[in-house]
């Protein structure tokens, strides 16, 4: 059976199977209702995770001066930057939240070569791409596309099957514990020196430890968005930056905002934090 967490008319998560558990953190559908003809500008942020993503209704084009044409099924790597998509008129979108470590042992791809970037999907997984970037499309439900991508993993998971690895421990470490960990502890907790650490850490995780962590921390105080009662200052402590200035220099580099801008006001493309 599948449960899911409503957010009214927008935003919806399907929890995986169990054998997926270790490398998909969740299915996700986001829609949004757009006059027709109007713009609509969606916003990624910095994220430590990687998604495959396809547009079953709409279409986006990538608004920064480097990005290549979007197509209708991505894969879209974990960042360290923020990205800005525009759409004329009302959008479906369903994903998949990975683990970066979902890169190499379900794909067999590097998770550092693939970081900051948003491939075709049809350009990294050939005919099975396309064949699986048509069914998806085609679904007639939300369960259906759970079930058909759920399906998909688990041959590629058994066709790949690898080990845990330290890397695959320290990342859900680091999750956990919201980016707020101590490198060089972490590593010798895994007995590991810390160049062994960092080489292996970024094979899987796409980024050094330090900068992942970095990445997950600014993803912890991106939650707090709606959270009233706490003051900015409140949630930079919170969060583990040692200074308000400290805060406000990460949070621009990772999502182009001023935290006073995003926390205050109603930024570009967070209705699906707003159910």
């Not at 997926?20 to 109007?38: I, K, S, T």
């Not at 080990?163 to 919201?178: L, M, P």
């Not at 992942?212 to 900015?232: C, D, H, K, V, W």
């Given at each position: 059976?599948?449960?899911?967490?409503?957010?009214?008319?927008?935003?919806?998560?399907?929890?995986?199977?169990?054998?997926?558990?270790?490398?998909?953190?969740m299915?996700?559908?986001?829609e949004?209702d757009?006059?027709?003809?109007?713009?609509?500008?969606?916003?990624?942020?910095?994220?430590?995770?990687?998604?495959?993503?396809?547009?079953?209704?709409g279409?986006?084009?990538?608004?920064?001066?480097?990005?290549?044409?979007?197509?209708?099924?991505?894969?879209h790597?974990?960042?360290?930057?923020?990205r800005?998509?525009?759409?004329?008129?009302?959008?479906?979108?369903f994903?998949a939240y990975?683990?970066?470590?979902?890169?190499?042992?379900?794909?067999?791809l590097?998770?550092?070569?693939?970081?900051?970037?948003?491939?075709?999907?049809?350009?990294?997984?050939?005919?099975?791409?396309?064949?699986?970037?048509?069914?998806?499309?085609?679904?007639?439900?939300?369960?259906?596309?759970v079930?058909?991508?759920?399906?998909?993993?688990?041959?590629?998971?058994?066709?790949r099957?690898?080990?845990?690895?330290?890397?695959?421990?320290?990342?859900?470490?680091?999750?956990a514990?919201k980016?707020?960990?101590?490198?060089?502890?972490?590593?010798?907790?895994?007995?590991?020196?810390?160049?062994q650490?960092?080489?292996?850490?970024?094979?899987?995780?796409?980024f050094?430890?330090?900068?992942?962590?970095r990445?997950?921390?600014?993803?912890?105080?991106?939650?707090?968005?709606?959270?009233?009662?706490?003051?900015?200052?409140?949630?930079?402590?919170?969060?583990?930056?040692?200074?308000?200035?400290?805060?406000?220099?990460?949070?621009?580099?990772?999502?182009?905002?001023?935290?006073?801008?995003?926390?205050?006001?109603?930024?570009?493309?967070?209705?699906?934090?707003?159910?």
């Amino acid at each position: 059976m599948i449960f899911l967490t409503w957010y009214p008319d927008m935003y919806r998560t399907f929890p995986p199977p169990p054998q997926l558990a270790r490398h998909v953190r969740m299915f996700w559908v986001f829609e949004h209702d757009v006059p027709q003809g109007e713009p609509y500008v969606y916003r990624s942020m910095a994220d430590g995770c990687a998604e495959m993503v396809f547009h079953y209704k709409g279409l986006f084009s990538g608004l920064n001066t480097d990005d290549h044409p979007y197509h209708p099924a991505v894969l879209h790597a974990q960042s360290s930057r923020h990205r800005r998509f525009l759409t004329h008129g009302s959008f479906g979108i369903f994903g998949a939240y990975l683990y970066p470590s979902a890169l190499p042992q379900l794909f067999g791809l590097s998770s550092a070569a693939f970081s900051n970037h948003v491939p075709e999907l049809a350009a990294v997984l050939s005919t099975e791409g396309r064949f699986l970037q048509e069914q998806v499309m085609t679904a007639a439900s939300h369960p259906q596309r759970v079930q058909i991508l759920s399906r998909f993993l688990l041959e590629r998971l058994h066709k790949r099957r690898q080990d845990e690895t330290a890397a695959h421990v320290a990342i859900r470490h680091i999750i956990a514990a919201k980016g707020q960990v101590n490198v060089t502890a972490l590593a010798s907790q895994i007995c590991l020196s810390t160049r062994q650490f960092e080489r292996k850490f970024k094979e899987f995780g796409g980024f050094s430890p330090k900068m992942y962590s970095r990445i997950i921390r600014f993803q912890g105080a991106l939650a707090e968005y709606g959270n009233t009662p706490r003051s900015m200052t409140d949630i930079a402590y919170a969060c583990g930056y040692y200074d308000q200035s400290h805060f406000i220099h990460e949070f621009r580099e990772f999502s182009g905002y001023h935290p006073r801008q995003y926390f205050s006001g109603r930024p570009e493309g967070i209705e699906y934090r707003e159910g």
